[in-house]
């Protein structure tokens, strides 16, 4: 299993990005997985930002950014994509995909698979 992500860049706060991840593996697997975006600021630990069960496509989203991010998959395509509205500078961080084979959580230890960060910075 793979997941690449991509999409990061230098945007000014109030503006928009999106975030892409391709993700690869045993497709009679992924209808009970779950795909999840993390964040991880310098010198913070990585936290929890978005999720979404890939069969049913129902969401799940971190107080910090619920209202402005939206998680979204296009199961045909085996793509997730974060679509960052708002952005404020505290959004600044590094962004990974991730992928449970044990269900929804908001914990990195249940993520099995990881993609590469895309690092995101927003300046004031």
């Known amino acids: 299993v793979q997941l690449q992500a991509s999409g990061g860049g230098l945007v000014q706060a109030g503006d928009s990005l999106r975030l892409s991840c391709a993700a690869s593996g045993p497709g009679r697997t992924f209808s009970s997985s779950v795909m999840a975006w993390f964040r991880q600021a310098p010198g913070k630990v990585r936290e929890f930002v978005a999720a979404?069960?890939?069969?049913?496509?129902?969401?799940y989203y971190a107080d910090s950014v619920k209202g402005r991010f939206t998680i979204s998959r296009v199961s045909s395509e085996n793509m997730v994509y974060l679509q960052m509205n708002g952005l404020k500078p505290e959004d600044t961080a590094a962004y990974y995909c991730a992928r449970s084979l044990t269900g929804l959580s908001y914990a990195v230890k249940d993520y099995t698979y990881w993609g590469q960060g895309t690092l995101v910075t927003v300046s004031s």
């Open positions: 979404i069960r890939w069969g049913v496509g129902n969401t």
